[in-house]
């Protein structure tokens, strides 16, 4: 019913910057919770940071804090992720996800966007 196209991934040196895009269409609503995730070779998924449409909060996992933000624009139904610092561990797959509010787990999820910071 929601489906999310992320953008931006790429090659940067570590200490550089990159914007990752989501775009979400379909049966979105405004209470839908947006998420990011990543996911590196060998490791579990692992939250990133979550924003919803509505509201004022946000909330970014200890591992970024300082140096990733999540954003929005609701005109363009678009989250954003702006990572600044990166690190080589910052490596991995990073998807966009969302959830209805009523649910308890991200049930709509991207393709995902390959990061990789070398060092």
């Known amino acids: 019913q929601v489906q999310l196209v992320e953008s931006g991934g790429g090659l940067v040196q570590a200490g550089g910057s990159l914007r990752l895009s989501c775009a979400a269409s379909g049966s979105t609503l405004s209470t839908d919770v947006m998420g990011w995730f990543r996911q590196a070779p060998g490791k579990e998924r692992e939250f990133v940071a979550r924003?919803?449409?509505?509201?004022?909060?946000?909330y970014a996992a200890d591992s970024v804090k300082g140096r990733f933000t999540i954003s929005r624009d609701n005109a363009k139904k678009t989250v954003y992720l702006q990572m600044n610092n990166l690190k080589p561990e910052d490596t991995a797959v990073y998807y966009c996800?969302?959830?209805?509010?009523?649910?308890?787990?991200?049930?709509?999820w991207g393709q995902g966007t390959q990061v990789t910071v070398s060092s």
């Open positions: 924003i919803t449409w509505t509201g004022s909060s946000t």
């Open positions: 996800a969302a959830r209805r509010l009523v649910v308890t787990t991200y049930n709509y």
